[in-house]
């Protein structure tokens, strides 16, 4: 007995030392549910003997349950068993003092989730427009280089400021964008352009011709046109060779360009023929450009292979004209009378000019 007053006087100071809350407090009780300690509960039972705790939370069990107490109230216990004599540690709580409590959490929960939205807002606008801004404007880029079919220059900005994710981007997609302009302006320098000669090709003279000779009209000035061709070309292919005629071709290519003005259009029309669109000269103008170019080009013969040739050229003039004769515009009409001229010029002898109706 002595033994057992002394670990029941133990049991009541630990208990008394270590409940949770005030309202709470953890009862050992036996298997009847008579109270053992703490002494408190004793007292407040009615003595020893006489304490006992509900029926109803012995049968909650450890995993713990909800009972109705002598006073009506709703509690939540639990019980535990402490595998000696079939002791039990229980403990009960009123229902409006959990709930008071989950109350007061969820306050300190919703005001910590309020204080934290102030604090993390404004910096997670601050990240938001310091990415939309640079992806704005990418898309406004990409729409302009849409516009401009990639003529457009990357805009020039600063990457410090930006997330490295972001900066990356912009600087992959700029240079994305470079890379796709130069192969736009490769594909259209090919497709307008004479490898052989450097010059414009007959697809882009009927082409940029048209509309060369529609700007003339419209401002009312005068057009016109000069069709030159080699004279015995075949004669240096057969006796050079064809990369000899190449170089010739070359050559006569390149006094062209030196005399014509930059806004007229030189073009290979086809083999050994060319063609020059004058804008704002007069069919007497162009005879004497075609002169010229004779003149320069008799100053300056090819060389090949430590060899210089001379060269000739017959020349056909002819001037734009309201009244279409011949060919299905005015373009084709002014072509096609000048290649006669040309035509006349070398039954005439070649080496010589002739303009349309007459010859010089």
Known sequence: MLAISVHLQTLDRWLRENVAHSDSPVILCDTQGFILAPSSAVAAGGGPGKARVAPALLATGAAGGAYAAADGREMLGASTPLGRDGWRLVSDLPVTHVLAGYRRQ?????????????????????????????????????????????AAACPVARSDGLPREVAELREAFCQMAGEIRSHVEEVERISVEDALTGLYNRRFLFSGGRKLLEASVRAQRPCACL????????????????????????????????????SDLAARYGGEEFAVLLTGATAAQAAALAARFRTVLAGNPCRIDGTFLSVTVSIGVAEARERVEYGENALEDMLARADKALYAAKAAGRDRVAVDGARA
Not at 122 to 137: C, D, K, Q, Y
Not at 234 to 242: A, E, I, L, R
């Open 106 to 150: 969820m306050r300190w929960v919703f005001f910590g989730a309020v204080a934290t939205l102030l604090v993390v807002l404004p910096l997670v606008l601050r990240l938001s427009r310091n990415i939309e801004r640079p992806l704005t404007g990418l898309a406004a880029y990409a729409r302009e280089l849409h516009d401009t079919r990639y």
């Open 227 to 262: 069709m030159l061709d080699a004279d015995h070309f075949k004669v240096v292919n057969d006796t050079y060779g064809h990369a000899a005629g190449d170089r010739v071709l070359a050559h006569l290519a390149r006094i062209l360009v030196g005399c014509v003005r930059k």
